[in-house]
């Protein structure tokens, strides 16, 4: 009878812990989403809007549009086809299909004032509806990130990680916004969880979220390169198996590159050396404008790039917009969003910012075991996306560093929990000598 009333009593407390765990998110999920129209405007959110009409294109069966044009060197939508990766806009676009919403006709010139983009400016409606599509993909990864963290770690751990990941303002800012980062934090820690926790013999299908990142945002070509040193650490001592799992790793990511990609379809040598040559360009041309507007914000050196690291992760308030043209436009929108003190990045000061930092450092090395080869994977992605951060990035935009904070929210909270660990034991040993 003791031992029933003991189960009882463990399956009564274990429900109550659910039912409390899922009332927190339920009432999160619903501040989060309401306060979507709260977010201050970016123009790249109408540049994706009005790319999403490639989803109309499909559906119409107008597969021509996508046909790489070597003498069209001046049309912006092919432009925007070698330039940007195509998942943000093929999601608003699904979004405005089931919505029945309108296309955005004109393109954001950030020549122009905030008046001469009238035209390129969405109704609310229409943004709502494209932010909604991204923003959906935060609560399935906070969802993710709690079980990643609890496999790897510990129950504690996992609830202290995902409280500072879903409050993190730099999160709630950027990923309520019709861009890339949110699709890009799901797909990123779906990778993850797939990665350190798929059978061997399965290996391969980790190609599927990382292909979906890296068609997210082309950056998370990082994770490419791991996933692949990942498979071959998996399958060292079976070479046919290690052989058979990379080239249908490589069938699978190539693929899915094609699929989403069909301005490849007709040149795709020719059409990815025209994608790199691109992106360099406009690289090397905002890195010019920005030289001479604010030479300052540029970070060439070692030491600078890894200041403006630790600053955007750890210290600088969130950025609600990257560079200052329309800055008096947006006043009033970033004044009311920033009422919220969630919303204005608590605790994101030199002080606070430093301590988490420490915290972060202590929880890598405090959590770091060569002989425990998942945590020991999870450590060099880390690693990875910040030594690619460092390399390529000159110019410290923050949205560029926002793929490091589901790490810093992970080891964060393993630095606590040691904290409190070493401490606890402490005590209690003091305990037992008095």
Not at 40 to 51: L, R, V, W
């Amino acid at each position: 009878m003791k031992r029933s009333n003991f189960f009882t009593g463990r399956l009564a407390k274990l429900k109550f812990h659910h039912f409390l765990f899922g009332l927190f998110f339920v009432a999160w999920c619903i501040a989060y989403f309401t306060g979507i129209s709260s977010v201050p405007f970016h123009p790249d959110e109408a540049t994706q809007i009005y790319m999403s009409t490639d989803v109309d294109q499909i559906l119409a069966g107008n597969f021509n549009s996508f046909v790489y044009d070597q003498t069209q060197q001046d049309s912006l939508i092919q432009k925007y086809h070698l330039l940007d990766a195509p998942l943000t806009r093929y999601k608003i676009g699904i979004a405005r299909a089931l919505t029945n919403s309108p296309q955005l006709l004109q393109d954001w010139n950030w020549s122009n004032s905030w008046q001469g983009n009238s035209s390129a400016l969405p109704d609310s409606k229409l943004l709502l509806v494209s932010r909604i599509s991204i923003a959906i993909f935060l609560p399935i990864s906070l969802i993710l990130f709690f079980l990643l963290t609890r496999k790897l770690f510990s129950q504690p751990v996992a609830i202290i990680a995902s409280l500072l990941f879903c409050f993190n303002s730099l999160l709630l800012l950027h990923t309520r916004r019709a861009m890339a980062e949110g699709l890009l934090i799901f797909f990123l820690i779906l990778s993850l969880y797939l990665i350190l926790n798929l059978p061997s013999n399965w290996y391969s299908l980790t190609a599927l979220p990382v292909a979906f990142a890296f068609n997210s945002k082309q950056t998370m070509i990082v994770l490419v390169g791991f996933a692949f040193f990942a498979l071959l650490v998996k399958q060292r001592h079976r070479l046919k198996q290690m052989v058979i799992q990379v080239l249908l790793f490589s069938l699978i990511f190539i693929g899915i590159f094609y699929l989403f990609n069909p301005v490849v379809w007709q040149k795709p040598v020719q059409v990815i050396r025209a994608m790199w040559m691109e992106r360099s360009e406009l690289t090397n041309s905002q890195l010019a404008v920005i030289s001479t507007a604010a030479p300052d914000f540029i970070v060439s050196s070692p030491l600078e790039r890894i200041t403006a690291l630790i600053a955007q992760v750890f210290i600088v308030p969130p950025a609600t917009a990257d560079v200052a043209n329309y800055q008096e436009e947006l006043t009033n929108s970033v004044t009311a969003y920033f009422k919220n003190p969630i919303n204005d990045g608590y605790g994101r000061n030199m002080n606070v910012g430093f301590l988490y930092f420490f915290l972060v450092i202590f929880g890598v090395i405090t959590s770091f075991n060569a002989s425990n080869h998942q945590k020991t994977l999870l450590f060099l992605v880390f690693l990875s996306v910040i030594f690619e951060i460092l390399f390529f990035f000159q110019i410290p935009f923050q949205r560029y560093y926002l793929v490091l904070i589901p790490f810093t929210c992970l080891y964060a909270a393993v630095g606590l929990e040691n904290i409190f660990q070493f401490a606890k034991s402490h005590i209690t040993s003091g305990k037992k000598v008095v």
